[in-house]
């Protein structure tokens, strides 16, 4: 027992400083997209907010402080690998982890109980910190993918079940539409994940799932890769742009990800994450040692 | 470089030089307020602790933490303001503040209680926390606590925070709610773009 005590005590070290890490810098495939968003708009008004942003990224780097005050509630995804030898252990950790980081200043107490209406103080109440788990075949570490989802961010998340003879069309207007209606509040420029799926959950939990793949990259399917570029394509025609006071770039980039669908139904889901897209990848390997292939470069403070 | 800097408490003279679009800075007194204060208050009918005339709101939920007796704001930042929509017009009407600030926008009610008492609705960038606990020069003070550390009312002084863009201004102008107006109305034509593409995707 005392080894899986300490193996408990070293995680939850490793997770809680994870935590505060990716509250406080933005992972490496951010920044050139939002660089490379600033250039395209050519009105003060929307240069004076990227160079608020960027300059927000510097003094939360220098000062390690929170980049944005909203931390969120914190969502892992979790893939074990079928030898790993830590995985009960790993997920017991995550609460503790979260725990931890709030009471050093690292994350803003968020978590409310729907019932009693309270703040529990902690980023801790029912199902929450939210772990997702998937096996990973053939390999001994672990896979921990966090997402701080931001109250302003998740406000367009929606979710709906279509008619089939609705087809993509169908898709692309409820994306459109929710984009237009609620995007502006969200702190764009957005990253837009997009499920597709047969029920809502399945679609929603696909669409949060395509806000943790890397910026930049697309989707193995020749045919979504060609949806995901057209979708941001026909959402930077909104006009939005950078905190919705009007812009050139209102999506920094759309992904989607979709299941096989139920004959009768065809069902979209849509998550949307901020320019200040906090998500993080660590890798735990069976001796605990660990790298944080998001973040390269950066010491696990 | 030249920027606009407003002193907490303003006017409505000094605010009606701001259109909207235009940028600028806040020095002086500025309180956080967010849903369940303006709950308390508005709908609770508890006295406001604070008084806000010629002040700023902010609608914000600040990172805080308590290094002996003192109170540390660690990041700081707007929260989306269109949540406010239905207490708004209500406060301003109510308690003489002279400035909003959040971020996302504000609606038509709120517009026009800025247009009749001469208040402003500005946008500070979202998501820029550490920026915003970089203006904060001091807590001082706390009150309703009870309601939790984002919900409860932070009185703080600040030193040029900003930037602020002006989205509502003193004429009842509401910059937000064009650009929103116009995305609505620009769907139908992005989608028609989107046709040729995806009939492609289906076919193949």
Redesign the interface.
């Known amino acids: 027992m005392a080894f899986g005590a300490t193996v408990y005590g070293k995680l939850v070290e490793i997770l809680s400083r994870f935590v505060s890490l990716v509250a406080v810098r933005l992972p490496d495939d951010v920044l050139p997209a939002l660089l490379k968003a600033s250039r395209l708009e050519d009105s003060a ?1 929307a240069r ?2 990227y ?3 960027f ?2 990224i510097e ?2 780097a220098l ?1 390690r ?7 969120g509630v914190l969502e892992f995804f979790i893939g074990l690998g079928e030898a790993f030898p830590h995985g009960a252990v790993l997920v017991k950790a995550v609460r503790e982890a979260v725990a931890r980081a709030t009471g050093d ?1 690292f ?4 978590v ?1 109980d729907p019932v009693a209406n ?2 529990t ?1 902690d980023n801790t109440g029912p199902h929450l910190p939210w772990v997702d788990l998937e096996i990973l075949p053939g390999v001994d570490y672990a896979d921990v993918r966090l997402y701080l989802a931001g ?2 961010s998740s ?1 367009p998340g929606s979710a709906r079940v279509l008619d089939p003879a609705l ?3 169908g898709v ?2 409820f994306v ?2 929710t ?3 609620y ?5 764009p420029p957005l990253v837009v994940g997009v499920g597709i799926g047969p029920t809502v959950e399945i679609a929603a939990v696909l669409s949060k799932r395509a806000l943790l793949r890397e910026l930049g990259s697309r989707s193995p399917d020749p ?1 979504v890769a ?2 995901e570029e ?2 941001a ?3 930077n ?10 812009g050139r770039v209102t999506a920094l980039a759309v992904h989607v990800e979709y299941a096989g669908r139920h004959a009768a139904t065809l069902a979209v889901g849509v998550s949307t994450g ?3 897209l906090r998500r993080g990848w660590l890798r735990v390997y069976p001796d605990l040692s660990y790298r944080v292939p998001s973040h390269r470069g950066v010491e696990l403070g | 470089m030249d920027r606009t800097v407003v002193q907490l408490p303003t006017t409505s003279g000094v605010l009606s030089g701001l259109r909207v ?1 235009d ?1 600028f800075y806040v020095s002086g007194v500025v309180v956080t307020m967010r849903d369940a204060a303006h709950e308390r208050y508005l709908r609770g009918g508890v006295p406001l602790p604070v008084d806000l005339r010629g002040l700023a709101v902010f609608h ?4 805080m ?1 308590k290094s002996g007796s003192r109170w540390v704001c ?4 707007p ?4 949540r406010m929509e239905y207490y708004e017009s209500e406060l301003i009407e109510r308690t003489g503040v002279k400035i909003i600030v959040g ?3 504000m609606g038509s009610r709120t517009a026009e209680a800025c247009r009749r008492h001469g208040a402003i609705y500005a ?1 500070f ?10 203006a904060v020069e001091e807590v001082l003070g706390v009150e309703w606590l009870d ?5 409860a009312i932070w009185v703080l002084k600040v030193r040029e925070l900003g ?1 602020l ?1 002006v ?1 509502i201004d003193t004429e009842g102008r509401n ?2 709610d064009d ?2 107006s ?3 109305t ?2 139908p ?3 028609r ?3 040729p ?2 009939a492609q ?2 076919r ?1």
């Open positions: 008004r004076l907010m160079d608020a942003m300059k927000n003094i939360a000062k402080v929170p980049l944005c005050q909203d931390t200043g994350l803003r107490p968020n409310v309270r703040n103080g109250g302003g406000r087809g993509l069309e692309a207007e459109l539409n984009v237009a209606e995007g502006p509040p969200a702190c045919r060609m949806l057209k979708l394509e026909a959402i025609e909104l006009g939005i742009g950078p905190q919705g006071l009007g901020c320019w200040a | 679009g940028s914000a939920g600040p990172v933490v660690l990041s700081i930042g929260t989306t303001s269109r971020k996302g926008g946008v960038p979202g998501g820029c926390g550490a920026l915003g606990a970089s309601l939790g550390i984002p919900e930037p863009v989205a910059l937000a650009v929103l116009s995305a609505r620009r769907v034509a992005a989608l773009s989107l046709k593409y995806l995707l289906s193949s």
